[in-house]
């Protein structure tokens, strides 16, 4: 797949990824997060691996790959979903969309320090406009009051996500990313289901008694959808163009986020949203190295010629 395919399908998974955040903050709010959130990713990892089964792409994991895979899993699924769930609870959108804007930068520094990923000086400057943009976005209309315990929670699930994308990274050279998810996912969620058995004991019972039709199309939606098919997709980006070009992307998630709080919470989009949203489009363009490629691609063309 050529550069550019793989960076559209990552702009679609960020739409997806980006109403994601309206529908886990519906879930968690009416029901309890951990507990929600295990079985929304139990549902997830089983909805890739139906989907690999479809296409002829499951195996087992070798001994090696299988310890990867449980390390990435704890940082990727229980960490990250863990302490996102929770954040999500105790935190502004303002604060939460801020740190998660961090991402990329995370990602990035940790990849220039354990995989050799070099940082040019576009991709610098890519990285500053795109969290310029989120802070654009998620700065409208509100101050940033301090570090609260949410806002805590929510850098820690941005960190260890960050963390994943560099294990993903160190194997996906011999395990099919897609397959990887799916194991990541089941693992983890089996992990968030225990833990909320212990923190929620009346989970369960909760769901069972605030459920509703709407809720389970969000339910859905939100495990088969975004959290499967976006989490296959983008992991096998990341084994394809690295974690942190791919990790760029994922200052796209504040504004369609705010697009989705505008069509389903009749939230309002300003000036300033547009504004942030050209900064973030910019940023992607250069730290993605998307127009690194195109100008080394026309000075290959020339030399040709």
Same mark, same amino acid.
């Given at each position: 797949?050529?550069?550019?395919?793989?960076?559209?399908?990552?702009?679609?998974?960020?739409?997806?990824?980006?109403?994601?955040?309206?529908?886990?903050?519906?879930?968690?709010?009416?029901?309890?997060?951990?507990?929600?959130? /295990?079985?929304?990713?139990?549902?997830?990892?089983?909805?890739?691996?139906? @989907?690999?089964?479809?296409?002829?792409?499951?195996?087992?994991?070798?001994?090696?790959?299988?310890?990867?895979?449980?390390?990435?899993? @704890?940082?990727?699924?229980?960490?990250?979903?863990?302490?996102?769930?929770?954040?999500?609870?105790?935190?502004?959108?303002?604060?939460?969309?801020?740190?998660?804007?961090?991402?990329? @930068?995370?990602?990035?520094?940790?990849?220039?320090?354990?995989?050799?990923?070099?940082?040019?000086?576009?991709? /610098?400057?890519?990285?500053?406009?795109?969290?310029?943009?989120?802070?654009?976005?998620?700065?409208?209309?509100?101050?940033?009051?301090?570090?609260?315990?949410?806002?805590?929670?929510?850098?820690?699930?941005? @960190?260890?996500?960050?963390?994943?994308?560099?294990?993903?990274?160190?194997?996906?050279?011999?395990?099919?990313?897609?397959?990887?998810?799916?194991?990541?996912?089941?693992?983890?969620?089996?992990?968030?289901?225990?833990?909320?058995?212990?923190?929620?004991?009346? /989970?369960?019972? *909760?769901?069972?008694?605030?459920?509703?039709?709407?809720?389970?199309?969000?339910?859905?939606?939100?495990?088969?959808?975004?959290?499967?098919? *976006?989490?296959?997709?983008?992991?096998?980006?990341?084994?394809?163009?690295?974690?942190?070009?791919?990790?760029?992307?994922?200052?796209?998630?504040?504004?369609?986020?705010?697009? /989705?709080?505008?069509?389903?919470?009749?939230?309002?989009?300003?000036?300033?949203?547009?504004?942030?949203?050209?900064?973030?489009?910019?940023?992607?363009?250069?730290?993605?190295?998307?127009?690194?490629?195109?100008?080394?691609?026309?000075?290959?063309?020339?030399?040709?010629?």
């Amino acid at each position: 797949m050529k550069p550019y395919r793989t960076y559209l399908i990552l702009f679609f998974v960020m739409i997806a990824w980006g109403l994601n955040v309206t529908a886990t903050k519906i879930l968690v709010t009416n029901f309890l997060p951990v507990t929600i959130t /295990g079985i929304r990713v139990l549902t997830a990892g089983l909805t890739v691996f139906l @989907l690999l089964f479809l296409i002829k792409k499951g195996r087992w994991l070798t001994k090696k790959e299988f310890w990867y895979v449980f390390v990435a899993s @704890l940082f990727n699924v229980v960490a990250h979903h863990y302490y996102l769930s929770i954040g999500l609870t105790g935190t502004t959108a303002t604060n939460g969309g801020l740190i998660m804007g961090m991402s990329p @930068l995370l990602t990035t520094i940790l990849a220039i320090l354990f995989i050799g990923t070099p940082l040019t000086p576009l991709r /610098g400057i890519g990285l500053l406009l795109g969290f310029t943009g989120v802070a654009f976005i998620v700065l409208e209309g509100s101050e940033v009051t301090g570090i609260s315990f949410g806002d805590a929670y929510i850098l820690l699930s941005v @960190l260890t996500q960050a963390v994943s994308f560099i294990l993903i990274k160190r194997v996906a050279h011999t395990l099919d990313p897609r397959l990887m998810t799916g194991y990541m996912m089941v693992i983890g969620s089996l992990f968030l289901i225990v833990i909320g058995l212990f923190e929620e004991p009346e /989970g369960f019972a *909760g769901i069972i008694e605030n459920s509703t039709v709407p809720l389970w199309l969000i339910y859905f939606a939100s495990a088969c959808i975004a959290t499967a098919v *976006g989490h296959m997709l983008y992991n096998e980006a990341i084994g394809k163009i690295g974690a942190s070009e791919a990790s760029i992307f994922i200052n796209l998630n504040p504004f369609f986020a705010l697009v /989705g709080a505008s069509l389903f919470l009749n939230e309002k989009i300003g000036f300033q949203h547009i504004l942030g949203f050209l900064l973030i489009i910019t940023g992607v363009l250069l730290g993605s190295g998307a127009v690194d490629e195109i100008r080394n691609r026309r000075l290959r063309k020339k030399d040709a010629a």
